[in-house]
């Protein structure tokens, strides 16, 4: 069944197709070629909380990024209680909650944290097989990627077209596969999305 975020993500793919060009113009003069940086108070808050770093932070581990963004994390939904108790004891409070479902915390510093819960199948399976750098538990790129083509706002295809571009042939087939078991039908779209990719960095 063809969903309305589908149609979306075809869209937006149609008509960067039509019109793109080769290269990114200043674009990657603006990119920060470093990785992102994680507070010393995050590191601490997070360590050995079962978590995956997701979206702007985690982005940058897989492509330069633009600019320190607010962190986010995505947790399993029956570990929700401990990881907030886990956050108060070390100085977070809760802010508010989030539309996409979870809640929201600032540290003593002012430090926002998102923090998502979901039962997905394939949060799950990524759980098991954290990229970890520097000690920070980021998502694996090919289920980042996933969840961003799920989400399938301009932004978060943006930023998985980008990470297409910057990755190899083999974590390439690491995506098809995984697209190819969790969302199909965005198979033709994916393989758009790495040609956009590859282009604008050429």
């Avoid at 997070?46 to 985690?58: E, F, R, S």
């Avoid at 087939?173 to 078991?181: E, F, P, W, Y």
Wanted: charged share 20%.
């Amino acid at each position: 069944m063809i969903t309305e975020k589908t149609n979306a993500r075809r869209l937006l793919l149609r008509m960067s197709m039509k019109n793109v060009q080769k290269g990114s113009g200043s674009l990657l003069n603006l990119l920060n070629m470093q990785q992102p940086v994680i507070s010393p108070v995050l590191q601490q808050a997070l360590a050995n909380l079962p978590y995956l770093l997701i979206d702007g932070l985690a982005v940058g581990y897989y492509m330069p990024i633009r600019f320190t963004q607010d962190a986010d994390i995505v947790i399993l939904s029956d570990k929700q209680e401990t990881v907030e108790e886990h956050l108060i004891a070390c100085g977070y409070r809760l802010i508010g909650l989030l539309s996409v479902g979870g809640k929201s915390y600032q540290s003593v510093n002012g430090e926002i944290l998102d923090v998502l819960s979901s039962n997905n199948d394939y949060i799950k399976e990524a759980m098991q097989q954290p990229n970890i750098q520097n000690g920070i538990n980021v998502m694996p790129m090919p289920y980042l990627v996933l969840m961003k083509i799920m989400a399938s706002r301009v932004q978060d295809l943006a930023d998985a077209t980008r990470m297409l571009g910057f990755a190899n042939e083999s974590d390439l087939q690491k995506v098809r596969d995984l697209i190819a078991r969790f969302l199909p039908d965005a198979l033709e779209d994916i393989e758009s999305m790495i040609w956009l990719g590859k282009l604008e960095l050429e």
